[in-house]
């Protein structure tokens, strides 16, 4: 069964990274190819978990960019977020690599303690959020603005919605007491990752069709096949037309495919890879992070023994997210919709947390908080609106938008 899913999810990524583009041949010339330069990658999943497998995909396309060669990388998988993180780190270093890279947010802390020791080596931990406050030159946080790509996602879910409720193909249950059409959202954890996700879902949507109430359930599991398809279940019931995720299977748009063919009027949208697979009616698209231009980035200054950056977070104007192709069933005009939408990130018309387009509590957000300085996961300091909008990923690269919004109801 697990071979069955990892030869699914390689033919998934295939598209999925058709969407982020190649590199170039021009990066191949940025770093000098050192025989000796050495990394390993520690990884919290495997092949068979989308996430993990966006992460591998990216790896491999930076080394084959940069002259990197297959026995200069060595790769652990499934590594859980504990003391087996550092342990797994440490060795890495004893045996020589000069880059050592972990992808899960629960590895922050072993890999800090594992770059206090070996001073020579650069460690990265993926979607983390302590580097800066470290001052260890030698340790390195990075994600992408994938925020960025979940307001697009969001934009193809808007349109499909407005389509929808013009052709009048929706029931008297997709719509609450006030009239907004039902959204779910099946979440991971509730941690600012996650919220800050389905919130630029939510403004994405609204951007199009403003009438809409959106419910997240989470399933306290990056990774559930079964779990994330019963929640989609859930949330279809309830008379969720749009079904998002944050979360790494292809459980909830298996589900949706499912409900669909039985007759349910609900679509979905996806997150890492293409779900056109698995949900080829019920699939919108997936929003998805292009991780070959940061491992190009890191890695290529990594081999020619430059600093790599403490803090990196792009998106768009990089080409570093993306969504996959759009499925048969999006709403007319949807390409040219998104196409717009992109084009104005990139010149800085639209972004993402603009205080104008979201309340809390029925009233306009002036101030909010992006650090967390004390651990407790509540942003305390660096204010992060101004200009009119919340600096998501500024001060960070990890994604920090902890603000409940008016319009998101959480389930548990």
Same mark, same amino acid.
């Given at each position: 069964?697990?071979?069955?899913?990892?030869?699914?999810?390689?033919?998934?990524?295939?598209?999925?990274?058709?969407?982020?583009?190649?590199?170039?041949?021009?990066?191949? %010339?940025?770093?000098?190819?050192?025989?000796?330069?050495?990394?390993? *990658? /520690?990884? &919290?999943?495997?092949?068979?978990?989308?996430?993990?497998?966006?992460?591998?995909?990216?790896?491999?396309?930076?080394?084959?960019?940069?002259?990197?060669?297959?026995?200069?990388?060595?790769?652990?998988?499934?590594?859980?977020?504990?003391?087996?993180?550092?342990?797994?780190?440490?060795?890495?270093?004893?045996?020589?690599?000069?880059?050592?890279?972990?992808?899960?947010?629960?590895?922050?802390?072993?890999?800090?303690?594992?770059?206090?020791?070996?001073?020579?080596?650069?460690?990265?931990?993926?979607?983390?959020?302590?580097?800066? @406050?470290?001052?260890?030159?030698?340790?390195?946080?990075?994600?992408?603005?994938?925020?960025?790509?979940?307001?697009?996602?969001?934009?193809?879910?808007?349109?499909?919605?407005?389509?929808?409720?013009?052709?009048?193909?929706?029931?008297?249950?997709?719509?609450?007491?006030?009239?907004?059409?039902?959204?779910?959202? *099946?979440?991971?954890?509730?941690?600012?990752?996650?919220?800050?996700?389905?919130?630029?879902?939510?403004?994405?949507?609204?951007?199009?069709?403003?009438?809409?109430?959106?419910?997240?359930?989470?399933?306290?599991?990056?990774?559930?096949?079964?779990?994330?398809?019963?929640?989609?279940?859930?949330?279809?019931?309830?008379?969720?037309?749009?079904?998002?995720?944050?979360?790494?299977?292809?459980?909830?748009?298996?589900? *949706?495919?499912?409900?669909?063919?039985?007759?349910?009027?609900?679509?979905? &949208?996806?997150?890492?890879?293409?779900?056109?697979?698995?949900?080829?009616?019920?699939?919108?698209?997936?929003?998805?992070?292009?991780?070959? *231009?940061?491992?190009?980035?890191?890695?290529?200054?990594?081999?020619?023994?430059? @600093?790599?950056?403490?803090?990196?977070?792009?998106?768009?104007? %990089?080409?570093?997210? @993306?969504?996959?192709?759009?499925?048969?069933?999006?709403?007319?005009?949807?390409?040219?919709?998104?196409?717009?939408? &992109? @084009?104005?990130?990139?010149?800085?018309? &639209?972004?993402?947390?603009?205080?104008?387009?979201?309340?809390?509590?029925?009233?306009?957000?002036?101030?909010?908080?992006?650090?967390?300085?004390?651990?407790?996961?509540?942003?305390?300091?660096?204010?992060?609106?101004?200009?009119?909008?919340?600096?998501?990923?500024?001060?960070?690269?990890?994604?920090?938008?902890?603000?409940? /919004?008016?319009?998101?109801?959480?389930?548990?």
């Amino acid at each position: 069964m697990k071979k069955l899913i990892a030869l699914l999810l390689a033919v998934l990524m295939v598209v999925s990274l058709a969407a982020c583009g190649a590199t170039t041949d021009a990066t191949k %010339d940025q770093a000098d190819t050192n025989s000796d330069f050495k990394m390993g *990658v /520690i990884l &919290i999943g495997d092949e068979n978990e989308g996430y993990t497998y966006a992460h591998i995909q990216g790896i491999k396309d930076a080394a084959k960019a940069l002259g990197l060669a297959d026995d200069q990388i060595i790769w652990k998988y499934t590594i859980p977020e504990d003391e087996t993180c550092y342990d797994t780190a440490a060795d890495l270093a004893d045996q020589g690599c000069n880059l050592v890279v972990s992808n899960s947010y629960g590895h922050q802390s072993h890999m800090q303690q594992a770059a206090t020791e070996f001073p020579d080596v650069t460690f990265i931990a993926m979607t983390g959020d302590t580097a800066k @406050a470290s001052g260890l030159p030698n340790f390195c946080n990075a994600f992408t603005a994938v925020y960025e790509s979940r307001f697009v996602s969001g934009v193809v879910a808007g349109m499909k919605i407005k389509e929808l409720v013009e052709n009048d193909k929706l029931e008297k249950d997709n719509f609450d007491a006030d009239g907004n059409v039902k959204v779910g959202y *099946v979440g991971a954890y509730p941690y600012a990752e996650v919220k800050s996700g389905y919130t630029a879902f939510f403004l994405g949507i609204k951007s199009v069709y403003d009438k809409v109430a959106m419910s997240v359930q989470f399933t306290n599991s990056w990774f559930d096949l079964t779990k994330e398809g019963e929640t989609a279940n859930q949330l279809i019931s309830q008379g969720c037309v749009i079904i998002g995720q944050h979360a790494d299977s292809t459980g909830a748009p298996s589900a *949706v495919q499912a409900a669909l063919e039985a007759g349910d009027t609900c679509y979905s &949208i996806g997150y890492n890879i293409d779900m056109l697979e698995v949900a080829p009616q019920g699939a919108l698209t997936s929003a998805t992070n292009c991780w070959s *231009v940061y491992y190009t980035e890191a890695i290529g200054l990594a081999m020619k023994g430059e @600093a790599v950056p403490t803090n990196w977070a792009k998106g768009y104007a %990089d080409d570093a997210v @993306a969504i996959t192709p759009l499925g048969e069933s999006v709403a007319p005009g949807t390409q040219e919709k998104v196409d717009e939408t &992109i @084009a104005a990130i990139k010149a800085g018309e &639209i972004h993402v947390f603009d205080t104008d387009t979201f309340t809390v509590k029925g009233e306009k957000v002036e101030a909010a908080f992006a650090t967390d300085t004390d651990g407790d996961f509540i942003p305390d300091a660096d204010e992060a609106v101004f200009d009119g909008y919340f600096h998501e990923s500024y001060f960070q690269s990890a994604p920090c938008f902890a603000l409940d /919004i008016d319009g998101i109801t959480l389930l548990n």
